[in-house]
């Protein structure tokens, strides 16, 4: 499967770290890939617009089911594309891809300090928030295979079987080796 020559990628900033600003959009003016850099939040709006053709994510944990464990909101950017017909792809080293979980239900989530978002800057700086608030704070979320268009990996791209609407990411591993 050959994917299409791309004209800007648009990356989000990634908080609390700012990931997508700092690593990310250094790497592409570095290779002087086109791109701008968008607030998280302004996902959906983009995607509104008309003006995304394919998201594109990176992956921690691949379920052998096609199940992806990333960053924290990875899911909710799915759901936006799955709404507005977006193709949503996951591009992952084979590495990333953990044939002993059957599914996503079995990735263990990180919980993250709460100050983190009790705080400015990340949890250095002074509290913000009001005390005594309770806080959940994943490092991670789960998004379903079923909202996966593909799994990009360095061997080539992942797609379903027409038949099943699965991955058979074990056949594709195999045919690689």
């Known amino acids: 499967m050959m994917l299409p020559q791309i ?3 648009v990356l989000m900033e990634l908080l609390l770290f700012n990931q997508g ?3 990310t959009a250094f790497e592409l003016v570095h290779d002087k890939i086109p791109a701008a850099l968008i607030a998280d939040s302004a996902a959906a ?7 995304v053709d394919a998201v594109v994510v990176g992956a921690d944990r691949v379920a052998s089911n096609g199940d992806t464990a990333n960053k924290i909101g990875t899911y909710s950017v799915a759901l936006c594309a799955k ?5 949503f792809y996951v591009a992952a080293p084979l590495t990333s891809i953990d044939l002993s979980l059957s599914s996503g239900e079995e990735i263990v989530i990180e919980e993250r300090s709460p100050k983190e978002l009790l705080n400015s800057r990340g949890g250095l700086g002074e509290q913000v928030a009001a005390s005594g608030i309770s806080v959940w704070n994943p490092a991670f979320d789960v998004t379903p295979a079923n909202i996966i268009s593909g799994i990009i990996t360095e061997k080539g791209v992942i797609t379903k079987s027409s038949a099943a609407d699965a991955f058979d990411i074990k056949a594709f591993i195999q045919k690689t080796l």
Do not use: D, T
């Not at 709006?45 to 003006?51: F, N, P, W």
């Not at 709404?83 to 193709?87: A, G, I, L, R, S």
């Open 45 to 51: 709006a983009l995607m509104k617009s008309g003006r």
């Open 21 to 23: 600003s700092r690593l």
């Open 7 to 9: 004209e800007q990628l």
């Open 83 to 87: 709404f507005h017909n977006v193709p």
